[in-house]
T-cell receptor, first 113, second 114 residues
């Protein structure tokens, strides 16, 4: 079936810089997207979501961009902090049909102090 | 209360043991999920319960048996597991299964099968 993938498995960023984590999806029926953060030994934690009727959504220090034309999703973290070090997963869901949430492979973000 | 709780946090069991994992949420969510996560991999969906009925079983071996006693509780009964079943087992819940809702995850149970 169609799934969600990521361009980069690891990302190292200097503390204070901005981070950009990318995600590609292939299911054109997907209309809901979520970014999760997972720290070592913990469950995934919701960061931000976006529906397909939007191109951009902002939260606290995070922005999600959705480009439906190229089926691309990105998570931008402003002023990256050591506490942002984690694995980040994108996930997608299609509203129609019996389709559960599908997770991408994950990107490990390492913040260099 | 926006929390999903799971017990135990850690579990070590032999291949002949029977054990159960428990999950609880009090957010009024009507969909609950079990996921299995191996190291450095994304969560893999195992089961979905929607309105206390099993909605999705992702071809999970019968040595894993889910149970949803009520809308707040979800159990996963384990019997005759294999060492390759060692993983982090995550429970999640969402408002419902159908409308693109955020899933809230618990902290997981770290299972080791000897």
């Amino acid at each position: 079936g169609e799934n969600v993938g990521l361009h980069l498995p690891t990302l190292s960023v200097q503390e204070g810089d901005n981070s950009i984590i990318n995600c590609a999806y292939s299911n054109s029926a997907s209309d809901y997207f979520i970014w999760y953060k997972q720290e070592s030994g913990k469950g995934p934690q919701f960061i931000i979501d976006i529906r397909s009727n939007m191109d951009k959504r902002q939260g606290q220090r995070v922005t999600v961009l959705l480009n439906k034309t190229v089926k691309h999703l990105s998570l931008q973290i402003a002023a990256t902090q050591p506490g942002d070090s984690a694995v980040y997963f994108c996930a997608e869901n299609a509203r129609s049909g019996n389709t559960p949430l599908v997770f991408g492979k994950g990107t490990r973000l390492s913040v260099i102090a | 209360d926006t929390e999903v709780t799971q017990t135990p946090k850690h579990l070590v069991m032999g291949m002949t043991n029977k054990k159960s994992l428990k999950c609880e949420q009090h957010m009024g969510h009507r969909a609950m999920y079990w996921y299995k996560q191996k190291a450095k991999k994304p969560p893999e969906l195992m089961f979905v319960y929607s309105y206390e009925k099993l909605s999705i079983n992702e071809s999970v071996p019968s040595r894993f048996s889910p149970e949803c006693p009520n809308s707040s509780l979800l159990n996963l009964h384990l019997h005759a597991l294999q060492p390759e079943d060692s993983a982090l087992y995550l429970c999640a819940s969402s408002q419902d299964q159908w409308n693109g809702n955020e899933q809230f995850f618990g902290p997981g149970t770290r299972l080791t099968v000897l």
